[in-house]
């Protein structure tokens, strides 16, 4: 302690200049106007005057950079920019001392920017650019904590997951556009019976919507979900409950109008849905991490959502828009909310903490109305969008009895879940904690779950301003038709009503038995199959396949692999000259008294390069052939390539003579017949080849332009020099780079082995 | 001339070629010399060989007929350079991975090969 | 190599071979030359100076750091472009201030511009990096001959 005492005070002090600085709150600025800028679209768009932006990108192939701020866009844009705007405040925070919250910051922002170009986006390839862009910062952002083995694969797991999705998403794009003859989504949903009459229309849905629920985490891709908590609890909050993993969700509402209303459709989204919402709100039992359990509660949301696009109409739309909004403002307040638990407490597992409602009062009273939302108690939002989807479940044409079955049952399990989330933590008698004394965290961590929960009450209480805000439009952009009826609190007594008292009774008794549920589930949960294990299965095979492929190919034989390049070379040649029409050329064979000097020195120099055992002979030699090329190029008119190559010619012979004092002597080269059969059929085809392309015809336009214009554009008369400095000015700007990064890499090469060898001694 | 250009390049190129197989660090700096030479008398003859009238406009005159082609020679010339350049990285490299790996046998600097022992 | 002929002979030639090579690259324009040739031809005479009299007269008679005067050289390829940029709106277009064109068709005036400059930055880049290998692989090799015995 005493010897790290200076170091300790040097690093604290870095850290806290680091953190302190008020550019932290940057990003959360950024976010809250962008807010602002949104909302004032606001009004414009619920009278369906709707904003649109298009920009020219590769018109030869249709695509264009474009957006369109329908219903459905602004309110992703202002959820996206709202609650990023409070987890950046949060984030702030929650790194405070951290000098990684930069980093953290520039990933969130850059999410943001994916997310909100991903929602607004009218083109498909747009779409598709910043669906990408959202799948790459989520891969960073899961792997934030990159020193640990668990951030890393799960960082992977997500992005193969969705990264797979997307490319299938990425062709079923392709096939609609090509289908339909424009990227514009707008155009693609005015042309939704086209498309569902294709007979293409299988294989566009099946790829769109393995896009959308490996990305919205629907089974049998459901796992990266819980693995991507590995995040740190502000991104978990942004990407992983409110915003990235509901661009599935989001693309298959804004292909509603496209995609939907086929047996196809229903039979896949309702059955899918279904079921991943029960497995995830069965699995959110047997966690005890608070954090992994609102996880899995996440997964049963969108399978919710899943589930109510399948089931399709205005009512199944509006239900899904309005617990779209009601999931993410409860989960965004609940996963931050947990990370202020922790920062309390030290712990967020339920079995670790209780009773901290006396010392985190604040916190406790954030995660109440959060989690009354979330149980979809009244007067909370969170009613009003349980009982709208049971009213549109109960109004299925789809099975409607067995739909409604399985939504109260998830939403029961949801009820008991919350009921964990709320209770356990911060009623019964207080335990040690991991924190000795457990205290509310700091006002920038708590304004923002403060402002998401206060939402939920206020939505609730207040429904039609949501309604005319967010909702009407939502559904207008995605059901095409205005929203049946009005959001409100009370409807009075009804299927619906007595289908939440039901809810909350199985609710209740699920609470009371949730050990027992526990203890069955953890006892069960080795015996029964994960899908998981059929991605780990297959990354296995994956790694072995590539393994012994690398064997077989990469066998560590540098002659093998150049034999293989250079038969390579030649069989491309050679097929390219017997497949061509090329015939045999009819140039003027006469060979004159200095061309058979030339040759004579070249092919004698080539000779003895080859069977020479002495290396100062070789590099001798080697000056000869450059030499004798020298002479080629002065017969022939090329001054300045001859003085090029003969400075070159005498460089070479230098260095070569530094480097080879060093160099080991090695003796001539070995005659090896196999070698000689690949050189000689390559250098047969470059004769060959040469000789024919010599033998047609010359198109010299470009010559002759320079020719023309050497002198009176240009002002110079060595035209080669001309096209050097002045017409290919860029080329050869290129190439100084070229040389000066070549004398940077050999020097690095050079010296830094110089240095180790110092280093060493 | 140009059957003995052609005759020179597919020399060049496999004797080139054949010394590159050798394995052997000196005998391959060697051989892509060649095939670079090679390359750069391929390509200025493909701009077809122009007998002794170098391309330089005479003073006071604005064009010229019947000169050498001068786009391949200026391609060449940049290409000699990089060549150079590329060779002299080679070299650099090459001297290096004696140094540190001690040998000149490009096969046995395989330590990032996979199903190899490093520097057997 | 030590001999005493090279080493004479090197002093004298030095400089003879950096006029002759800077009077290549200035001609370069309108005769066989240009910053190409120009600069292969002076890192020549620097490797003469460094094979007679050793690393550290030839760094001496450099007089600035090789990888210094490549990094120049390429500063000078992008002023010149950038130049025509200033004075025509595109990049790498030939600005010559001391030409004046005559009637006639036919010209008058110093050959110096925007294009002299970038073939200059080609000159140095070329003499810059060809004379920082040479140096290190010279230092390099000088050096790790006694390490190297065992």
């Known amino acids: 302690m005493a010897e790290a005492g200076p170091e300790t005070v040097l690093v604290r002090k870095t850290v806290l200049s680091h953190g302190a600085g008020l550019w932290r709150f940057i990003p959360a600025l950024v976010a809250a106007a962008a807010t602002l800028w949104f909302a004032q679209f606001i009004g414009p768009v619920s009278h369906g005057d709707i904003p649109e932006y298009v920009a020219s990108w590769v018109p030869q192939l249709g695509i264009s950079f474009a957006f369109r701020l329908d219903g459905l866009a602004l309110a992703f844009a202002l959820l996206i920019c709202g609650i990023g705007a409070m987890v950046f405040l949060y984030a702030s925070a929650y790194f405070r001392s951290d000098r990684r919250l930069l980093s953290l910051q520039l990933s969130l922002m850059a999410f943001a920017v994916s997310m909100v170009g991903l929602t607004t986006a009218d083109d498909a390839i747009t779409l598709f650019i910043f669906w990408e862009g959202t799948t790459v910062t989520s891969f960073l952002l899961i792997g934030f904590d990159h020193e640990k083995e668990k951030s890393r694969r799960a960082a992977i797991q997500a992005l193969i997951i969705t990264g797979a999705g997307g490319l299938a998403l990425f062709a079923g794009l392709l096939v609609m556009g090509s289908l339909v003859g424009s990227f514009r989504l707008s155009e693609m949903n005015l042309a939704g019976d086209v498309i569902r009459a294709s007979p293409l229309y299988p294989v566009i849905f099946t790829l769109v919507i393995l896009g959308c629920f490996t990305k919205s985490a629907q089974w049998p891709f459901h796992f990266w979900l819980p693995g991507a908590m590995a995040a740190p609890t502000p991104v978990s909050a942004y990407l992983h409950s409110a915003t990235m993993v509901k661009a599935g969700v989001f693309l298959m509402a804004r292909f509603t109008p496209a995609l939907s209303g086929t047996d196809l459709w229903t039979w896949t989204l309702v059955p899918v849905g279904a079921f991943t919402m029960i497995l995830a709100s069965v699995w959110a039992m047997r966690q005890t991490d608070l954090k992994l359990m609102l996880a899995f509660t996440t997964v049963m949301g969108l399978s919710m959502m899943t589930m109510l696009l399948g089931i399709g109409g205005p009512y199944a739309v509006a239900a899904a828009m309005t617990f779209l909004l009601v999931h993410a403002f409860y989960k965004a307040g609940l996963f931050l909310s947990v990370g202020m638990i922790e920062k309390g407490s030290g712990s967020r597992d339920y079995t670790e903490i209780s009773g901290l409602a006396r010392a985190m009062p604040h916190t406790a009273t954030v995660v109440m109305l959060a989690a009354l939302s979330m149980a979809g108690m009244i007067p909370f939002f969170g009613f009003i969008g349980k009982e709208l989807i049971y009213e549109s479940t109960a109004h299925a044409h789809f099975a409607p009895q067995a739909v409604t079955a399985a939504a109260i049952l998830a939403n029961a399990l949801m009820f008991a879940c919350s009921g964990m989330v709320a209770i356990r933590p911060f009623f019964f008698r207080p335990r040690a904690c991991p924190k000795d004394k457990p205290a509310d965290p700091g006002w920038a961590l708590w304004l923002g779950p403060t402002i998401l929960a206060a939402l939920g009450l206020l939505c609730g209480l207040f429904p039609s301003a949501v309604e005319h805000v967010l909702v009407a439009p939502m559904v207008q952009a995605v059901a095409g038709e205005g929203l049946p009826g009005h959001l409100a609190l009370w409807h009075g007594p009804g299927l619906p009503l007595y289908l939440s008292l039901a809810t909350f009774a199985l609710g209740f008794v699920l609470y009371l038995l949730l050990d027992a549920i526990h203890t069955g589930l953890a006892a069960a949960e080795p015996k029964l199959p994960r899908t998981e294990s059929w991605y780990d299965g297959f990354m296995r095979g994956l790694g072995k396949v590539a393994r012994r492929t690398s064997v077989l190919v990469q066998n560590g034989n540098m002659t093998s692999y150049l034999r293989r390049t250079f038969l390579a070379l030649a069989a491309v040649i050679w097929i390219a000259l017997l497949a061509g029409t090329a015939s045999w050329p009819g140039f003027r064979l006469s060979v004159e008294a200095i061309d058979w000097a030339i040759f004579t020195i070249i092919t004698a120099s080539i000779v003895v390069v080859l069977r020479t055992a002495s290396r100062l002979t070789g590099i001798t030699a080697l000056g000869g052939i450059g030499s004798g090329i020298a002479i080629i190029f002065v017969i022939y008119g090329a001054t300045d390539v001859a003085m090029t190559q003969l400075f070159v010619e005498i460089l070479v012979v230098i260095f070569m003579a530094i480097a080879m004092v060093r160099l080991p002597r090695t003796g001539g080269v070995p005659f090896v017949p196999l070698n000689a059969v690949v050189a000689g059929i390559l250098g047969v085809a470059v004769s060959v080849t040469l000789l024919m392309v010599l033998g047609t015809g010359l198109d010299l336009s470009l010559t002759e332009f320079f020719e023309e214009n050497s002198a009176p554009v240009a002002l110079g008369h060595n035209i080669v020099n001309v096209i050097l400095v002045d017409f290919r000015g860029l080329d050869t700007m290129g190439e100084t780079a070229v040389i000066a990064i070549a004398a940077i890499a050999a020097y690095a090469v050079l010296m830094a082995g110089r240095k180790r060898a110092r280093g060493g001694e | 001339m140009e059957i003995m250009i052609a005759l020179l390049a597919g020399f060049l190129v496999a004797a080139g070629a054949y010394l590159m197989m050798s394995g052997k660090t000196l005998p391959y700096l060697f051989g892509l010399t060649m095939i670079s030479n090679a390359a750069n008398l391929i390509i200025f003859a493909s701009g077809r060989l122009t007998f002794g009238k170098p391309p330089l406009i005479p003073e006071g005159a604005h064009s010229i007929e019947g000169a050498s082609n001068a786009l391949p020679q200026a391609l060449i010339l940049t290409a000699i350079v990089i060549g150079f350049g590329l060779l002299v990285f080679a070299l650099a490299l090459a001297y290096r991975s004696y140094y540190v790996l001690g040998t000149t046998k490009m096969d046995h600097m395989n330590a990032s090969e996979p199903g190899t022992e490093v520097g057997s | ?150």
């Open chain 3, 1 to 150: 190599m030590n001999s005493l002929i090279l080493r004479t002979a090197s002093r004298l030639l030095l400089p003879l071979i950096l006029v002759l090579s800077v009077f290549v690259f200035w001609r370069g324009h309108n005769e066989p030359g240009g910053g190409f040739i120009g600069g292969l031809l002076a890192a020549i005479a620097f490797a003469l100076v460094e094979k007679a009299q050793g690393l550290e007269a030839a760094r001496k008679a450099l007089h600035f750091r090789p990888q210094s005067i490549a990094a120049v050289g390429l500063g000078c390829t992008v002023l010149g472009g950038l130049w025509g940029a200033f004075a025509y709106g595109y990049f790498l277009k030939g600005v010559w201030p001391l030409i004046e064109k005559l009637p006639d068709g036919s010209k008058t005036g110093l050959p110096f511009g925007s294009i002299m400059l970038f073939d200059f930055g080609v000159f140095l880049v070329v003499l810059g990096g060809v004379c920082g290998i040479l140096f290190a692989l010279e230092d390099v090799v000088a050096n790790e001959r006694d390490d190297k015995e065992d």
